[in-house]
């Protein structure tokens, strides 16, 4: 029967209503939404780059600085097996994408070839690949006593993936200090991050905040001449002079240059108590190969101070006061609750994993903003104006009820954006005017079906049935297929490509709502109060 109970029209007028009041901070001003009562909802849609104008952003991860860094750790790493193994060499050095080692005596490879495979890091395995992932460097050697070790590029191109996953996390953290409204920070090929900002239009303090070229290592003190010695001759050829952090300017260190652990292998910092004493403390903890190579470098190191460098900076230089095997520790020191959490900060997140390059800088201003509101302003209405015009022109009284829930898809996609904060840009609003002509379509296979079962002669209300039954299993299909292509486009798209597939899928969940649901609504009420013998079109 053609009957709608109370229950589900209540509960489809509720929906339209919450969705409606979802709607409604976009119609206010910040400061109209921020004096709304905590129970209402008070977000508004963002608006996109190429809307509101702003900052523009593209960076390159450094790839030949990240494979100098990783050549020059194997090296340090070897020369450390080497003499951990008593094994001589009269070379060990870069060679092109290599590290080579000329051992003294060709009989030690049995000693120095084994440890020296244990440098390597195996690379996980993605979903899509079969078998284990492997490791990412190659050992070979000679019977002269040669030992080549080679990073391959399956283990850098993973080396270069982890380090932009890294960056993007760290570049956000650092942009959100900027206060503004949904950045955003993503992906773009397989070396590259987008950044963009809406609404700053200053590109060089973007690019100042995010620091192109911040690096994180630990490495040990040199202890054998004073800083203001080594300042007035000259410092060891194996170690350099730096200052120290923002907080203590006027503070110098003489530094080893061999580096210990990079910040790469860093996977935690937080701030803490040490329950001996109650006094602040950060702790942090190191992956497998930093854990292996932190215990080696703190057990030979006991009582000798290490620092912590960032961007050039020494920002801690504490004492090891033991051997730390377990891959974890604590720097402890004279810390305050403050100073703690933000050492805790810069070890978790204030390093970026390789250098990266501005590729592209680009700024968007307001006015072209504005302009683009305009123009998309406009089709929106034409196209609705239009469709409108059709639908009543070709349906009447049933046309109006389409144009009526037409106007609450799109006031409903709306008040999605504003729920999930999702950022409105220029093709988002070709979107919008997309969805609503696929909105309407629904409404048309609906009603060229009654059209077809009342012209073969049943009556009405059978005819009405029939149509919305008989048509819901095609527009589910069409509906489908369409959230498919939209979905794949989000995941596989970036930038206004995504902003595009949100706007869409969106749309083709208010469809099932409004083309169907509340379409019926209305045509039962109408039924129910006209008891018509006939169609209106």
Do not use: C
């Not at 901070?25 to 709304?36: A, G």
């Not at 001449?225 to 923002?246: L, N, Y």
């Amino acid at each position: 029967m053609l009957h709608y109970s109370r229950t589900k029209t209540i509960l489809t007028l509720l929906i339209v209503v919450v969705g409606l009041m979802l709607v409604m901070p976009n119609l206010l001003t910040q400061q109209m939404r921020d004096s709304l009562p905590s129970w209402l909802p008070s977000r508004s849609i963002v608006l996109g780059l190429d809307l509101q104008g702003g900052s523009h952003l593209l960076l390159e991860v450094d790839a030949a600085a990240l494979r100098a860094e990783r050549l020059t750790s194997i090296r340090d790493q070897a020369r450390a097996v080497l003499r951990e193994q008593r094994v001589g060499y009269t070379g060990l050095s870069i060679s092109g994408n290599s590290v080579q080692v000329r051992l003294r005596d060709p009989a030690d490879i049995g000693k120095a070839l084994p440890r020296l495979r244990e440098l390597a890091n195996p690379i996980s395995s993605s979903m899509f690949a079969a078998g284990p992932g492997g490791v990412d460097l190659d050992v070979t050697n000679t019977a002269d006593g040669v030992i080549t070790v080679t990073p391959n590029e399956t283990g850098f191109n993973a080396r270069i993936r982890s380090a932009v996953d890294q960056s993007i996390e760290i570049v956000r953290r650092r942009v959100d200090e900027l206060g503004t409204t949904e950045p955003s920070i993503q992906r773009q090929g397989a070396d590259r991050i987008l950044v963009q900002v809406p609404g700053l239009q200053d590109p060089q303090r973007l690019k100042a905040l995010i620091g192109t070229t911040a690096k994180l290592t630990f490495r040990m003190v040199d202890v054998t001449m004073p800083v203001q010695q080594a300042e007035q001759t000259r410092p060891p050829a194996d170690s350099e002079i730096m200052p120290g952090a923002e907080d203590n300017p006027g503070e110098r260190y003489l530094i080893k240059k061999e580096i210990l652990v990079s910040g790469e292998d860093l996977i935690d910092a937080q701030p803490g108590f040490d329950q001996r004493n109650n006094e602040p403390i950060v702790s942090f903890r190191f992956n497998s190969n930093g854990a292996r190579r932190f215990a080696a470098a703190t057990t030979a190191n006991v009582g000798q101070p290490f620092a912590i460098v960032l961007d050039n900076k020494v920002i801690s230089a504490p004492r090891i006061n033991e051997p730390i095997t377990g891959g974890s520790g604590q720097i402890s020191g004279n810390f305050s609750v403050e100073s703690a959490n933000n050492l805790a900060i810069l070890l978790r997140a204030g390093a970026l994993p390789a250098p990266l390059t501005v590729v592209e800088e680009r700024t968007v201003g307001p006015g072209l903003g504005a302009d683009s509101i305009e123009a998309g302003t406009k089709a929106t209405i034409y196209a609705a104006v239009f469709v409108v015009l059709f639908m009543f022109a070709t349906y009447g009284t049933f046309g109006l009820i389409a144009n009526i829930a037409l106007l609450i898809h799109v006031g409903l996609i709306f008040g999605l954006m504003s729920l999930i904060g999702a950022t409105l840009t220029l093709p988002g609003i070709a979107g919008i005017v997309l969805t609503i002509g696929t909105a309407v379509d629904s409404n048309v296979l609906i009603y060229e079906r009654i059209r077809e079962e009342y012209r073969s002669g049943k009556p009405v209300v059978n005819s009405i049935l029939a149509g919305f039954d008989r048509a819901f299993a095609t527009i589910v299909d069409s509906n489908s297929t369409m959230a498919i292509a939209a979905a794949i486009l989000f995941v596989l798209g970036s930038g206004p490509v995504k902003g595009f597939a949100v706007v869409f899928l969106l749309g083709i969940v208010t469809t099932v709502i409004t083309a169907v649901t509340m379409t019926r609504m209305m045509i039962a009420l109408w039924y129910r109060w006209t008891r018509a013998k006939t169609l209106p079109f």
